[in-house]
């Protein structure tokens, strides 16, 4: 069962002789519960595979399947709403609201999907970062860490089937970059408790993660390291150490 699957996806820039192979034929799976970083030299097509995966961008050919949901039969419209419902976004900039507290950002994606941010759901998607007592601070009061994670909880407030990041320890310094990957190491298998489903049982899902780094430390607290080299997987590794990543 897979939170992610994409089928023989590829994405061509530009046509003619300047066309630009980003992406050729990649076929993958992301299963509900793990934690895959995609790594590979610059250019190798990694930004391109996370914005296609993430239905931001569309593939010139292939597939991707969100949930069991073919994302290509969507309609701008729907793609956008299904983005909201369905996947959350990391971003290597934290892109918090300054005006707002670390809750008022939590609950913005609730807001753009017409929902009322429940006070609990919430507190809940911030203790899940370990930030439950940080609610009420704007982000200039928080550090680059904790911002960081008010961050994440942003994007797991919905309860999403993915969790998306593109290098989300690049801002920050070796020690806060390791805090946050423990966090993220600890949401996974560890069901999403963003949404009612903290009350219900039945409904929990465990957080799938999908990372893209160049880093092999960063990686390296993923289940499962898959490479890519000029648009194309070359290789994969299962519980990897930074010394067999690099
Ligand atoms: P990475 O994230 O691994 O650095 P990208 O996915 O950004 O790789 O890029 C893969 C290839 O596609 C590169 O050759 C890059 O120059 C090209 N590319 C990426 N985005 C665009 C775009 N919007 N227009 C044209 N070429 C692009
Ligand atoms: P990264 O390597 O970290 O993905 P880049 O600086 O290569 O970052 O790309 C930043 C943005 O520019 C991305 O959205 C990418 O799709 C786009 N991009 C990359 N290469 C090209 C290109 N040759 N032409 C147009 N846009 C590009």
Not at 167 to 194: C, F, Y
Request: hydrophobic share 40%; net charge neutral.
């Amino acid at each position: 069962d897979d939170a992610v699957r994409l089928e023989s996806l590829t994405k061509t820039y530009g046509s003619g002789t300047g066309a630009v192979s980003a992406l050729r034929e990649v076929d993958l799976s992301f299963p509900r519960g793990s934690f895959t970083a995609v790594m590979g030299p610059s250019g190798s097509g990694k930004s391109t595979l996370l914005q296609c995966a993430a239905g931001l961008d569309r593939p010139t050919s292939g597939r991707v399947f969100i949930d069991g949901t073919d994302i290509g039969g969507l309609n701008e419209t729907r793609l956008t709403e299904f983005r909201r419902e369905s996947t959350g976004f990391v971003f290597q900039a934290f892109n918090l609201l300054p005006s707002l507290t670390a809750a008022q950002n939590v609950g913005l994606p609730l807001r753009l999907a017409g929902r009322k941010p429940g006070r609990k759901t919430v507190l809940r998607a911030l203790a899940q970062v370990g930030l439950e007592d940080q609610a009420g601070k704007r982000p200039s009061q928080l550090s680059g860490g904790q911002q960081q994670r008010v961050a994440v909880a942003r994007a797991l407030v919905t309860r999403p089937a993915v969790l998306f990041a593109d290098e989300p320890t690049g801002a920050l310094d070796i020690t806060t970059g390791r805090e946050l990957l423990e966090v993220l190491r600890k949401l996974v298998g560890s069901p999403v408790m963003g949404g009612q489903a903290a009350d219900d049982p039945e409904l929990v899902e465990p957080t799938t993660i999908v990372m893209v780094t160049h880093d092999p430390n960063v990686a390296s607290y993923a289940d499962r390291v898959v490479f890519l080299a000029d648009g194309a997987l070359v290789g994969e590794l299962t519980t990897p150490t930074a010394e067999a990543v690099a």
